[in-house]
């Protein structure tokens, strides 16, 4: 049976920020869990930073000019060769074309790995920028670059897998706004043009073939006139293969946000599913297991008595709102969990609390766990995608040990609350701690 792999792209637009961000690169690269990772935009020099990703080998290509391009790739396999831009060069012809070529080579846009099976090439394509400025680089790289990977082809008998940001949408399809972009940087006649001469020589935009026909999925936005909000967005990006592969592709996808989880936010229609709701025939991709997972590993099951998922909370901060009678309702009754639940929060349905003079606040900060009590008296517990502030008073405070809980809660179960202390809640969380830390040892 034919081996499968899973590949993955990633225009990083500076590789050293996205280390600092929360979920980290590191932990986006594990999550992800593909065989080969291609990054674009790394935006580094040698030596700027050291990348701990156990399992892959690390393939640099730098720019010669400080924080700019610059490409990379990270491969569960050793590459039995490496080649860089400057490998472009034969078949750039000559005079003007070779020394445009020869500029754009310097800039670390190219990373082409060989392994036993294929090639695999990451590339940054130069952006024909504004006004066409580059216009004449952009077009000498085009011909360049096919001339390159047909090359690859042809002299070792290898198809080819080549990703990255090709900088052009190719059809209107692949662009909101293709009337007034028209002629602009990355969607002009002349790039457009030189992709289609890419395909004719015998290559294949995976995620085209596999959704012929599906509009609004795009891979870059402007950070101006809110389109990211708007979804004015282009796809520039691109997986193209060997036409010999086009068979062998098993599924194509564009990421619409890395958010560290496989989740949706249906409010902004990021996330999970093309951002959207599960509908009937719908499939989803099963990934492989986190390397980081051994066999035999087991974790503590919590057992909950009294037919209720019972979370441990720290009363307040504004407890003193609400009289004794309130706070013993609370921790007493079995609420319901309603069908208004999503990552923002889950609604609550029980007996109503009141409050001594109502349950309105002047809005201050929100944590995740935090257990507002509404005009109506009922509880929601703020989850993952809470807002920042709220103007509801906040009973008390799920501790941080049973927050993972509140993603398996369904519309109807029953739900309870029990009190604890503050020294009670860093125990469980030290001794939490103390666990993972040995597990992943």
Not at 161 to 187: M, Q, W, Y
Not at 327 to 337: D, G, I, P, V
């Amino acid at each position: 049976m034919p081996q499968t792999y899973t590949f993955a792209s990633w225009n990083v637009n500076g590789l050293r920020a996205v280390l600092k961000k929360d979920p980290s690169f590191i932990q986006i690269a594990q999550e992800l869990d593909v065989d080969i990772l291609a990054l674009q935009e790394t935006k580094l020099q040698e030596g700027q930073v050291d990348i701990d990703l156990p399992g892959y080998h690390q393939t640099w290509s730098y720019a010669e000019r400080k924080g700019y391009s610059g490409t990379a790739v990270f491969s569960r396999q050793e590459p039995l060769r490496v080649l860089h831009a400057d490998a472009l060069l034969p078949y750039a012809g000559e005079g003007e074309a070779a020394e445009l070529v020869a500029q754009a080579a310097t800039e670390g846009r190219v990373c082409a790995l060989e392994f036993d099976k294929f090639w695999f090439v990451d590339v940054y394509t130069p952006n024909a920028q504004n006004e066409l400025a580059r216009i004449d680089v952009r077009m000498a790289w085009d011909d360049a670059y096919r001339g390159f990977l047909s090359a690859l082809e042809r002299e070792t008998g290898k198809p080819v897998v080549t990703c990255g940001d090709f900088n052009v949408a190719h059809e209107e399809i692949d662009l909101k706004n293709p009337k007034s972009n028209r002629g602009n940087a990355g969607f002009s006649d002349e790039e457009r043009g030189k992709f289609t001469e890419l395909l004719n020589a015998g290559f294949t935009d995976t995620w085209r073939a596999a959704n012929p026909d599906v509009e609004g999925v795009y891979s870059w936005w402007s950070y101006r006139f809110n389109a990211r909000k708007n979804n004015a967005g282009w796809r520039i990006d691109y997986f193209i293969v060997s036409e010999r592969l086009r068979s062998r592709i098993k599924n194509a996808d564009i990421l619409p946000e890395v958010m560290g989880s496989a989740s949706t936010n249906l409010k902004l229609g990021i996330g999970g599913y093309a951002g959207r709701k599960l509908r009937a025939g719908d499939i989803l991709p099963v990934g492989v297991p986190s390397s980081r997972v051994k066999a035999g590993m087991t974790a503590p099951v919590r057992e909950f008595g009294g037919g209720c998922v019972r979370l441990r909370v720290i009363m307040g901060p504004q407890d003193y709102m609400f009289t004794e009678t309130d706070k013993a309702l609370f921790l007493r009754q079995h609420y319901t969990a309603t069908a208004g639940l999503d990552r923002m929060g889950l609604r609550l349905s029980g007996i109503a609390l009141k409050g001594k003079n109502g349950t309105d606040i002047i809005s201050d900060g929100i944590v995740f766990g935090s257990v507002q009590i509404t005009r109506s008296g009922m509880p929601i517990i703020l989850a993952a995608d809470h807002q920042t502030t709220g103007g509801y008073a906040k009973i008390a405070t799920v501790i941080s040990v049973d927050l993972p809980l509140l993603a398996q809660v369904k519309p109807f179960d029953t739900l309870c609350f029990s009190s604890v202390n503050v020294r009670q809640a860093e125990r469980l969380a030290a001794k939490e701690k103390k666990f993972f830390d040995k597990l992943f040892r």
